[in-house]
Structures are given as structure tokens and as C-alpha cells.
């Protein structure tokens, strides 16, 4: 494999765990979970709020659902798929 693959690889895996997180935590967020809490919860707040948070401030939820978490799964792929096709 060359630099160019195994970095792809990466960005391919990181990417997908990323999507995971967020939609984890979208899943959690429809129990009543303190999710501000201390262990995992709080660890899956802090890896996929510097993308909600943002895009939460943007698109307004759609009647009382907050679509952020789906644009910015969306959000993720695309751009892992645009990094991972330049590697190639």
C-alpha cells in the first residue's frame, strides 16, 4: 500500500466512526440520558459538538426535531469521500 492509501484507509475509518458517534448520540438523545454527564455520554458530547453545535446555530429544526445530526452525517461522508477520492 502507498501513503496515499493508508491515509485514505484512515480518513475512511475515522470518518466512519465519527458518523457512528453522532448518530449514537442522536439515538441517546430521544431517552433521558444525561448526556452532560461524566464517562461515555460526556465523551460522545465532546467529540461531535464542534459539528452540532455549529450546525445547530444554521439549520433550524424541522417542528420539534433537530435534523443537524443527519446534515452533518451527510456532511461527513461527503467530505471523507472527496478527501478519499483525491488519495486515490
Known amino acids: 500500500m502507498t501513503t496515499g492509501q493508508h491515509i485514505a484507509e484512515f480518513i475512511s475509518v475515522a470518518s466512519n466512526l465519527f458518523f457512528f458517534a453522532i448518530l449514537l448520540r442522536a439515538c441517546l438523545s430521544w ?27 444554521v439549520v433550524p429544526p424541522i417542528g420539534s426535531i433537530d435534523i443537524s445530526p443527519l446534515i452533518a452525517m451527510i456532511l461527513v461522508q461527503a467530505i471523507a469521500n472527496v478527501l478519499t477520492s483525491q488519495l486515490h
Open 31 to 57: 431517552f433521558a440520558i444525561d448526556l452532560r454527564g461524566s464517562g461515555p455520554a460526556r465523551l460522545l458530547v465532546d467529540v461531535t459538538e464542534p459539528i452540532l453545535g455549529p450546525l445547530r446555530r
